[in-house]
């Protein structure tokens, strides 16, 4: 009986609220004194009110115990932090309210519909979302194995095979972010995590354009110029106009950078560096060990001209991959050439050694500055607690 009217109340909730609406905040599961279903919109009107009861559906930073600062980036940090209703460790993106503008608002909303939306164990997953006067929130995935970034530092360059690995789970998360319209946009060895395992996962969506399911493959198109400068492609240099192409660009460099130990055209020197990218070859180092297979895949992803770059389906298809068995790989039943060593008190240690220094303190914002600034759509909780 008691399910049945659950699900009486679903539908009446279903009736009045088109449901696929960024929603819900967290409900004190300690007190169990409600059935409102998961994906309730964040502005409870009364006749819900009265159906569910009034509730405890705010979420704080208080909820959590912060524990260490992982990474900082514009807007503000990542810190690790333990959610004290079920003690998991999860990364937090804290983003102060006083370092955004307008257009920094659609980014937030961007990165937050992906972060919801996406389902590979590729791409880091979203458990909660909630804002203050000051800050917003996301709450995803802690990856213990750290950024990919410092990985290549400690190793310097990686074995082609290791490279290969990590270029099937990329491209693996390339592709679920392609079919569901998604432009990646800085993709970077920052932005990979790995888990204690050893497979990768894609964080940090801020940059990424997100087109319309019904938009022709013409209009699929943007000429925002964002991007990283190591990993960023001719086209959106030359403001052509960039689509899903401009990913393996950034791929061709990533892979390169994997096997060589710098990006294809890097220079301290940033203009020189976009010169460089617009003009000259790809060239390889013949003291350092890789397959003529590997470079031709470079070669391809690293065409200056987009329309000449590989397609997804041609990459995995691609000679470099003939012994890759891509099922296999999304099904996580291929073991991960590194695994990291990681011990309870060393958590942190493949990330930034002078973030993870820092006392894991809220630093100071103009309350003046972030008045009745409410980001709407933000809220979210996932659908399994």
């Known amino acids: 009986m008691e399910k049945s009217a659950q699900s009486e109340n ?5 009736q009045i609220y088109d449901l696929k609406v960024f929603t819900t905040t967290r409900i004190n599961k300690q007190k169990q004194i409600t059935k409102i279903p ?16 009034k509730l405890d559906l705010k979420m704080v930073i208080e909820d959590f115990e912060v524990v260490k600062v992982l ?24 983003l102060k309210k006083e370092a955004i503008n307008e257009n920094n608002i659609d980014r937030i909303k961007v990165e937050r519909q992906i972060l919801e939306c996406t389902n590979s164990p590729f791409l880091v997953k979203l458990h909660f979302a909630f804002q203050d006067p000051n800050r917003v929130y996301f709450v995803i995935d802690f990856k213990q194995g750290g950024e990919l970034f410092f990985l290549i530092q400690q190793s310097r360059k990686f074995s082609e095979e290791r490279a290969k690995f990590y270029a099937a789970q990329i491209i693996l998360a390339l592709e679920q972010l392609h079919k569901n319209n998604i432009i990646y946009r800085d993709l970077k060895p920052e932005n990979i ?30 000429h925002s110029f964002v991007g990283s400068a190591e990993y960023i492609s001719p086209e959106i240099l030359l403001n052509q106009g960039h689509s899903y192409s401009t990913d393996f660009w950034s791929l061709g460099a990533l892979i390169y950078e994997m096997i060589y130990g710098l990006p294809p055209f890097y220079n301290k020197n940033q203009q020189k560096m976009f010169e ?24 391809k992803l690293l065409q200056k001209i987009p329309k000449k770059r590989p397609n997804i389906i041609e990459i995995k298809k691609d000679e470099w991959f003939k012994d890759i068995d891509f099922q296999k790989i999304q099904n996580l039943e291929v073991q991960p ?8 008190d060393e958590w942190v240690k493949n990330f930034d050694k002078e973030c993870i ?29």
């Not at 679903?10 to 279903?14: E, G, Q, Y």
């Not at 998961?38 to 009861?53: A, H, I, S, Y």
């Not at 888990?195 to 969506?205: H, I, P, R, V, Y």
């Open 10 to 14: 679903d539908s009446t909730l279903s």
């Open 38 to 53: 998961q994906g309730v919109p964040d502005l409870l009107l009364e006749p819900v009110l009265q159906q569910f009861g």
């Open 71 to 94: 990474g900082r980036g514009a807007f503000g940090k990542v810190v690790l932090a333990k959610y004290k209703a079920n003690q998991q460790f999860y990364a937090i993106k804290c």
């Open 193 to 222: 995590l790995l888990d204690e395992k050893g497979n990768l996962s894609l964080a940090d969506f801020g940059l990424s354009k997100i087109f319309e399911s019904n938009q022709s493959e013409e209009e699929q198109t943007s």
């Open 276 to 299: 460089m990218t617009l003009s000259r070859e790809v060239r390889f180092n013949n003291k350092v060990q890789c397959s003529q297979e590997c470079k031709n895949l470079i070669l």
């Open 337 to 344: 050439p590194f695994i990291p060593q990681i011990e309870n």
């Open 357 to 385: 220094q820092e006392q894991p303190v809220q630093s100071y914002v103009d309350n003046q500055k972030v008045q009745n600034f409410e980001i709407a759509g933000i809220t979210y909780l996932e659908k399994k607690i």
